[in-house]
């Protein structure tokens, strides 16, 4: 069983950036792929960023050239570089574990952009 716990999340003004973890209680190697999603109020989640074990990485076309999603399997944590954050950024972001047998989300951290 693995648990992912999110952290970094907080309020920043446009143009800023954070940097997001996920952090695993067990190896993430074993993780084929680990993704970000997001979810704004009254709005279903949606797909943000996702890195495969291979290194492939792929984004939704709003973060673009704005987000970097990377992991460090030594840490068992994956992490998600925002940066000139937009108000429409703003939601909780969750982070996913894919593995052969199933699927890990953590809990979510609030990302606010706001002046």
């Known amino acids: 069983q693995v648990q992912l716990v999110e952290s970094g999340g907080g309020l920043v003004q446009p143009g800023g950036s954070l940097r997001l973890s996920c952090t695993a209680s067990?190896?993430?190697?074993?993780?084929?792929?680990m993704s970000w999603y997001r979810q704004a109020p009254g709005q279903q989640r949606e797909f943000v960023a996702t890195i495969h074990n291979d290194g492939f990485t792929n984004y939704a076309d709003s973060v673009k050239g704005r987000f970097a999603i990377s992991r460090d399997n030594a840490k068992n944590t994956l992490y998600l570089q925002m940066n000139t954050l937009k108000p429409e950024d703003t939601a909780v972001y969750y982070c996913?574990?894919?593995?052969?047998?199933?699927?890990?989300w953590g809990q979510g951290t609030q990302v606010t952009v706001s002046s």
């Open positions: 996913k574990g894919i593995s052969i047998t199933a699927d890990y």
């Open positions: 067990g190896s993430i190697f074993s993780m084929w792929a």
